[in-house]
């Protein structure tokens, strides 16, 4: 950092009150040192970054940053404010104030900056120090990391004692890592993946420190975290949120599974990218990131992210995972509705003319009416995250208007689905067109959501509006035209689907599959949503069954998430058979997709129908023909269980199990977590 700041770019006075006036007090600064040659065009260009994420840091600093064309040569400006400053921080005002700019295109130098300073503002000496220098030269000095000129000679020796300590002291100290865990529902994968990767990393002496952005919500990672971070580690199925956080460090880009499947590696990998010095750059918002491994899992690493095609899942299933909480809500609140009230309720008049707080039809009006309003936000979420899955916050406005105007046109689901895609597209295309500094501020929250919000609007209702809501037409004729055979093939695919991954994309596409048809429910989509349940209900019942019966072919450890897998199983929670396929995938995978298509083609056969989108056996009172859909899972959970006691039994006794006694391996100790 020597040549970064002088002392003409320290300000130990200063007065101003508004982050926007501090940072014209700094860039004046930086134009006298020529530095910056246009100050608008640099400040338009520093707002526009604030816009982004605020810049704040907690313990009182402020570090409002850019890359811009008016920046001459990488440059750190400081003030310090007696009275502080907003910087969006949690624990208040900034009174340590950075401004770092740097040229455009100029990466490295203004993430250098950053990551470097980030770190020296961890040393609570260095910030003490900042704040009772009284001679700018010497607090340019201490930012570049020099010594004050008048430091004695004796104070030199001294110093460099200390610094011989602390670099024996940096030697042994824990490589850290900091993760980003997601998948698309978040409920089970995003948590696995992290607790799989912390203890991975307790085994390996590794600090890992990881941010799940599951169902709950999510918090993120102390920005002090990221910056002391030597490398990033993303296991993920949807887009990580914030991404830009995480500029300047060594990146594994890899899908959840991964995470939980072969975390060591993923520390392993991480590790040599950052002695190589393999400085990633962060995607933006719509593209993925190479980490030059493949993938033998299968699980979505980083690699197969180059392609178009795994893109794609990573959008559809970006929207998926926000519509997920409106399918559980509106769909359970209808069919308890129709539970109180019968199927007639629907047709109920409005609760808002017509309520008797004393009779129960009110109350089955009241609960469908609350239940289809969540319904109606399915497209429309749908299509909304999609396109913020590409093209991020920019692209919400455009995305929930397609969405909207794909129920206006009757396109439905598949409507939402082209609705995200066009919005995300248009939004990424507006993106890539060069614009004046001055509208840089302006672009994500005016420009680009109007124009791409009248574009698509435009495409979807004069020009693929109508198709697709014939192509809807006739996928609901198709389904309903269903019978024998056909509808038989139909549920042994679709149960196949929804035991292959347990939660995972093909699942995913299965249960989608199945909640869009409820949106205008048929005789078909109905018998659709019955076959998807049941089928996912198998593999957790199925390995809860076998760890019952056969006991010593499973680790302590197993036998108790098995206890575990009985509810996660009649609650329709698929990913409560993960833990068993991720210790086993060759026996337990074959065996629950045989049960699952056992149970899919036995619903359809049955002709079996549901109308609530989740909910296992505690929804089997909306069940048509409930004896016969209970039958069709008892059977496909007796088939998954034979089987994978047949497989296991090959194996022999499980190394704990024999003795009951013995410390639990490592993927034993990873899944205990997850029930």
């Known amino acids: 950092m020597s040549e970064l700041i002088t002392a003409e770019l320290v300000d130990l006075d200063l007065s101003a009150t508004t982050k926007d006036a501090a940072a014209r007090s700094l860039a004046e600064r930086m134009v006298a040192a020529h530095r910056v040659t246009d100050l608008e065009g640099f400040l338009a260009d520093v707002a526009a970054r604030e816009a982004q994420m605020p810049t704040g840091l907690d313990g009182g600093i402020g570090i409002p940053h850019c890359r811009s064309e008016h920046v001459s040569a990488p440059t750190l400006a400081f003030g310090r404010s007696g009275a502080g400053i907003d910087f969006g921080a949690a624990d208040g005002p900034a009174d340590l104030i950075f401004l770092i700019a740097a040229p455009a295109g100029a990466d490295d130098d203004h993430l250098t900056i950053l990551s ?8 609570a000496e260095f910030t003490a120090a900042l704040r009772a220098g009284t001679d700018p030269r010497a607090v340019a000095a201490l930012i570049r990391g020099e010594d004050p000129p008048e430091e004695s000679q004796e104070r030199e020796q001294a110093k460099t ?115 190589r010095g393999e400085i990633a ?43 997920v909480p409106f399918v559980a809500a509106g769909g359970l609140l209808i069919a308890l509705s129709f539970a109180i009230g019968g199927y007639e309720i629907a047709s109920a008049k409005s609760v808002a003319d017509h309520f008797v707080w004393g009779e129960a039809d009110s109350w089955a009006a009241l609960l469908n009416q609350i239940g289809s309003a969540a319904f109606g936000f399915l497209v429309p979420v749908l299509a909304g995250y999609i ?43 507006i993106q890539r067109v060069p614009v004046h500094a001055t509208l840089r501020g302006i672009m994500p929250v005016l420009v ?56 995972g994309p093909l699942n995913k596409v299965a249960y989608a599959f199945a909640v869009g048809g409820l949106a205008d429910p048929t005789d078909g989509s109905l018998k659709v949503m019955a076959a998807v349940m049941a089928a996912g209900m198998v593999p957790p019942l199925a390995m809860a069954l076998a760890t019952t019966v056969r006991r010593r072919l499973f680790t302590k450890t197993e036998r108790e998430n098995g206890r575990a897998a009985w509810v996660l199983g009649a609650s329709f929670i698929t990913e409560g058979a993960i833990p068993f396929a ?94």
């Open 387 to 429: 396109a913020y899955g590409m093209a991020d916050r920019p692209a919400l406005v455009p995305g929930f208007v397609g969405g909207a105007i794909a129920l206006t046109v009757n396109a439905g689901f598949l409507g939402g689905l082209v609705a995200g895609l066009l919005a995300g597209a248009v939004v990424m295309a």
């Open 582 to 675: 991720a210790a086993d995938p060759l026996r337990v995978i074959p065996s629950v997709m045989a049960g699952g298509a056992v149970t899919g083609a036995l619903s359809m056969a049955f002709g079996a129908t549901l109308r609530a989108p989740h909910g296992g056996v505690f929804v089997v009172p909306l069940i048509g023909e409930p004896f016969l859909y209970l039958l069709a899972i008892a059977a496909g959970t007796l088939v998954a269980t034979a089987l994978v006691l047949l497989l296991k039994g090959a194996r022999g006794a499980a190394p704990e199990a024999a003795g009951d006694a013995g410390p639990a391996g490592a993927d034993s100790s990873r899944v205990t977590v997850t029930a």
């Open 281 to 323: 750059a962060v995607p933006e918002p719509g593209r993925a990131a190479g980490s030059g491994t493949g993938d033998p899992d299968g699980d979505g690493s980083a690699a197969d992210h180059a392609h178009f095609g795994v893109r794609l899942r990573t959008y559809l299933m970006s929207g998926v995972s926000y519509m």
């Open 448 to 503: 680009i959501p109007l124009i791409a919000s009248a574009v698509v609007g435009f495409l979807m209702f004069i020009v693929v509006g109508k198709p697709i809501a014939s192509l809807q037409n006739a996928l609901t004729d198709w389904l309903n035209g269903l019978s024998g055979s056909n509808a038989v093939i139909l549920g042994v695919v679709l149960g196949l689907m929804m035991c292959f991954d347990m939660g």
């Open 116 to 123: 470097g300073l980030a770190r020296r503002l961890m040393d």
């Open 161 to 275: 004692e200390t610094e011989t300590e602390a670099a024996g002291a940096a030697a042994s100290a824990p490589f850290r890592i900091v993760a980003v865990t997601s998948c698309p529902t978040g409920i089970a994968h995003t948590y696995m993946a992290a607790e799989s990767l912390a203890a991975a990393g307790r085994a390996e002496g590794v600090e890992v420190t990881v941010e799940t952005q599951g169902s709950a919500g999510f918090k993120k990672l102390d920005p002090a975290v990221v910056a002391a971070a030597d490398a990033v580690i993303w296991a993920h199925d949807v887009e990580v949120r914030e991404k830009s956080r995480f500029r300047g460090k060594p990146l594994v880009d890899v899908g959840v599974k991964a995470g939980i499947n072969r975390p060591a590696e993923l520390i392993a990998e991480a590790r040599r990218k950052a002695e």
